[in-house]
């Protein structure tokens, strides 16, 4: 099992940025745009995916990789 000093290591975090940068990019687009509530629900989950990442790394023990 890797071991990371920060969440910014974890390749799934920094795929999860990249995410939320196109995300963010793509909701520009006039159309788009204007529709606020799904602009900003888009916007909120793509975030949401970095903030359980670095939840997750925060937290201490390994109960979750316990089967």
Request: glycine share 8%; charged share 25%.
């Amino acid at each position: 099992m890797p071991t990371w000093k920060s969440f910014e290591e974890i390749e799934a975090w920094q795929l999860a940025r990249k995410l939320c940068q196109d995300v963010f990019s793509i909701m520009q687009y006039e159309g788009i745009n204007k529709d606020y509530a799904i602009k900003d629900q888009v916007n909120r989950s793509s975030g949401s995916i970095m903030d359980n990442i670095a939840e997750g790394f925060g937290r201490t023990g390994t109960k979750e990789f316990t089967p």
